[in-house]
């Protein structure tokens, strides 16, 4: 990691990101989207893409771009092409927000909204999966980890794909039959394929070398994360290509394809954990950070996450019961490994930023001494805690629970970000150490800013 290069556009991703997840969680406390409204009403899919792209996609897609140079040990193919890739992906995230509000009865102009949020979408993600997809080709053969990011972001190629045949049909722009059944029935797979490939899978891939780099944990590859990728890898091809034949070519459903993912996904779970558990057990770091024991708790949602599912599967599933368990996945594993990860991401990359060069030079602090974990903690302990009041509310169809939860987990949220902001501007380093012995001016959000 010392030796790579820093992207420039990490951190924008990273802001537009947070911008996006305060978004989302000011319109859940408002009552917009599940569990206020149904599930399949077009206010819950502009809460839902709202996250799921303006949110945890962008937040995947600028930690990849940083951190895929690290896991090949390659430069990235392309170091300026993410800043066209953001520009494409926040013009066509808005303009398919825009669309849905259409479909909700807001006033909006006559544009084909979700056919050109649908352009600007699959742009933005081909762009930067040629980058990455190039990166780590030129490294071949590739390692465990890298392997894992491969895996999901051939998962991401299926949920934009998906995605733009929505946007497409419901614009009004394809008729073809095919594409309407697609459209009909094929939102469980663009779901599974994202949440589960394309945002867990990649998640995984990199928290494997993530979580030794930074606990100072043997990197070796085991069998067990090795069955964990086989079972995780079948199980996304099952979805990508199960799914559509059983419907376009057999006339079938999809349920079966996605309980014969689920089961390999849950067996990949597990050898996860089993994985991430070990890396606790064997670390060289004596004392565990606070990003590290945050990790914990967004794995611990994850393990109940995946039960509950099995549970809710089992004893035959309702909109809300689906619901309450995406919303627990999603704010609860996914949004909390994120939080968790930026933490450490952002003061180790100011850290890079102001110290790597003088490193050997100087006294230089540590990478820990740009936070204060004492502060944060309570934000983050509130956070879960909203997590979990919030998830149990939409569960039991508690509307006004449910939003007080949300305000909850806005206001740790804005403070986690407060504590990023603080880590940029090195407020928590003695003046004695600052780099050149003054204040330095750092990027929060575009490179001229």
């Given at each position: 990691?010392?030796?790579?290069?820093?992207?420039?556009?990490?951190?924008?991703?990273?802001?537009?990101?947070?911008?996006?997840?305060?978004?989302?969680?000011?319109?859940?406390?408002?009552?917009?989207?599940?569990?206020?409204?149904?599930?399949?009403?077009?206010?819950?899919?502009?809460?839902?893409?709202?996250?799921?792209?303006?949110?945890?996609?962008?937040?995947?897609?600028?930690?990849?771009?940083?951190?895929?140079?690290?896991?090949?040990?390659?430069?990235?193919?392309?170091?300026?092409?993410?800043?066209?890739?953001?520009?494409?992906?926040?013009?066509?995230?808005?303009?398919?927000?825009?669309?849905?509000?259409?479909?909700?009865?807001?006033?909006?102009?006559?544009?084909?909204?979700?056919?050109?949020?649908?352009?600007?979408?699959?742009?933005?993600?081909?762009?930067?999966?040629?980058?990455?997809?190039?990166?780590?080709?030129?490294?071949?053969?590739?390692?465990?980890?890298?392997?894992?990011?491969?895996?999901?972001?051939?998962?991401?190629?299926?949920?934009?794909?998906?995605?733009?045949?929505?946007?497409?049909?419901?614009?009004?722009?394809?008729?073809?039959?095919?594409?309407?059944?697609?459209?009909?029935?094929?939102?469980?797979?663009?779901?599974?394929?994202?949440?589960?490939?394309?945002?867990?899978?990649?998640?995984?891939?990199?928290?494997?070398?993530?979580?030794?780099?930074?606990?100072?944990?043997?990197?070796?590859?085991?069998?067990?994360?090795?069955?964990?990728?086989?079972?995780?890898?079948?199980?996304?091809?099952?979805?990508?290509?199960?799914?559509?034949?059983?419907?376009?070519?057999?006339?079938?459903?999809?349920?079966?394809?996605?309980?014969?993912?689920?089961?390999?996904a849950l067996v990949s779970i597990a050898l996860y954990g089993h994985d991430i558990v070990r890396l606790y057990r064997t670390r060289k770091r004596p004392r565990i950070e606070l990003n590290a024991r945050v990790v914990a708790w967004a794995l611990g949602a994850l393990g109940l996450a995946a039960l509950l599912l099995l549970a809710v599967t089992a004893l035959g599933p309702t909109d809300r019961d689906i619901g309450g368990v995406v919303f627990l996945f999603v704010f609860g594993w996914l949004t909390g490994l994120g939080l968790a990860k930026l933490y450490k991401i952002v003061a180790f990359l100011t850290w890079l930023e102001c110290y790597g060069g003088l490193l050997g030079k100087r006294p230089t602090p540590r990478v820990q001494d740009l936070v204060n974990e004492p502060r944060a903690m309570p934000w983050f302990s509130l956070y879960f805690a909203g997590v979990g009041v919030a998830s149990?509310?939409?569960?039991?169809?508690?509307?006004?629970?449910?939003?007080?939860?949300?305000?909850?987990?806005?206001?740790?949220?804005?403070?986690?970000?407060?504590?990023?902001?603080?880590?940029?501007?090195?407020?928590?380093?003695?003046?004695?150490?600052?780099?050149?012995?003054?204040?330095?001016?750092?990027?929060?959000?575009?490179?001229?800013?």
């Amino acid at each position: 990691m010392f030796g790579a290069s820093l992207s420039r556009w990490t951190m924008s991703y990273f802001a537009a990101a947070l911008a996006a997840l305060l978004g989302a969680e000011v319109l859940m406390v408002a009552g917009v989207g599940f569990p206020s409204q149904p599930v399949t009403a077009p206010q819950t899919l502009v809460l839902v893409h709202l996250v799921a792209i303006g949110w945890l996609s962008l937040l995947i897609s600028g930690a990849l771009i940083q951190f895929v140079p690290v896991l090949v040990t390659k430069p990235l193919a392309h170091p300026e092409l993410p800043a066209v890739a953001l520009a494409l992906l926040t013009a066509g995230l808005g303009s398919l927000l825009l669309g849905f509000l259409g479909m909700a009865g807001f006033s909006v102009s006559a544009m084909p909204w979700l056919p050109l949020g649908a352009i600007g979408l699959a742009s933005g993600f081909a762009l930067n999966l040629w980058n990455l997809g190039r990166t780590l080709w030129s490294a071949r053969p590739i390692a465990l980890p890298a392997r894992f990011v491969a895996a999901g972001l051939l998962s991401l190629v299926g949920v934009v794909t998906l995605g733009t045949i929505f946007s497409l049909t419901l614009g009004g722009w394809m008729t073809n039959a095919a594409f309407l059944r697609l459209t009909s029935e094929a939102i469980p797979l663009h779901a599974a394929l994202g949440l589960g490939g394309w945002l867990t899978f990649t998640a995984m891939g990199v928290s494997y070398r993530l979580l030794a780099m930074f606990m100072l944990a043997p990197e070796a590859e085991h069998r067990t994360s090795r069955i964990a990728f086989a079972a995780g890898a079948v199980a996304i091809l099952v979805v990508l290509i199960g799914g559509p034949v059983c419907l376009l070519i057999f006339g079938q459903g999809v349920i079966h394809p996605l309980l014969a993912a689920f089961a390999l996904a849950l067996v990949s779970i597990a050898l996860y954990g089993h994985d991430i558990v070990r890396l606790y057990r064997t670390r060289k770091r004596p004392r565990i950070e606070l990003n590290a024991r945050v990790v914990a708790w967004a794995l611990g949602a994850l393990g109940l996450a995946a039960l509950l599912l099995l549970a809710v599967t089992a004893l035959g599933p309702t909109d809300r019961d689906i619901g309450g368990v995406v919303f627990l996945f999603v704010f609860g594993w996914l949004t909390g490994l994120g939080l968790a990860k930026l933490y450490k991401i952002v003061a180790f990359l100011t850290w890079l930023e102001c110290y790597g060069g003088l490193l050997g030079k100087r006294p230089t602090p540590r990478v820990q001494d740009l936070v204060n974990e004492p502060r944060a903690m309570p934000w983050f302990s509130l956070y879960f805690a909203g997590v979990g009041v919030a998830s149990l509310a939409a569960f039991l169809g508690a509307h006004l629970v449910f939003r007080c939860a949300a305000f909850a987990m806005l206001i740790a949220t804005a403070k986690i970000c407060f504590e990023l902001v603080l880590t940029r501007n090195l407020a928590a380093v003695p003046e004695a150490m600052l780099p050149n012995g003054h204040r330095v001016r750092l990027r929060l959000h575009l490179p001229i800013l």
